[in-house]
């Protein structure tokens, strides 16, 4: 499933949502890691002569795995299950363990539905940005 490209997502995906002992297997394996490089890529940020006013990560599963507690704000943006469905290389079962997105929006500061053109998302997003950096 790693090749000389690197990993064959697809690949990944089609063990991993098919069977929940490889899915937490995995996840027990990268999301320390993920937050480990998350907490020294803020750090490397702070200590910059000339820090960023604002940083983004982007993060799938923010709530599910109560990641929101290490951010200021959350924005979440979200698309209707079919057009998710589309963008996504397999078809799998992964939806069915994501809370609600009626939940998320709930839960954010800022959200958006990404059923429009590249810049309408591009508008919302600006605006987002100019918002967190006044």
């Not at 063990?15 to 750090?43: I, Y």
């Not at 604002?54 to 990641?67: C, K, Q």
């Amino acid at each position: 499933m790693i090749g000389d490209d690197g990993a064959d997502r697809a690949a990944i995906a089609r063990v991993v949502f098919s069977d929940p002992e490889q899915l937490q297997w995995l996840e027990e394996l990268l999301h320390p890691r993920v937050v480990q490089e998350h907490a020294r890529w803020q750090e490397e940020l702070a200590a910059a002569t000339n820090p960023p006013e604002v940083t983004v990560i982007e993060v799938p599963l923010l709530y599910e795995t109560g990641g929101d507690e290490r951010f200021d704000r959350v924005v979440v943006i979200t698309a209707s299950p079919d057009i998710r469905a589309a963008r996504r290389p397999v078809a799998d079962a992964r939806e069915e363990r994501l809370i609600p997105d009626s939940e998320k929006v709930r839960l954010a500061d800022y959200s958006y539905v990404n059923d429009g053109t590249l810049e309408e998302l591009d508008a919302f997003v600006a605006d987002v940005m100019a918002r967190l950096a006044a």
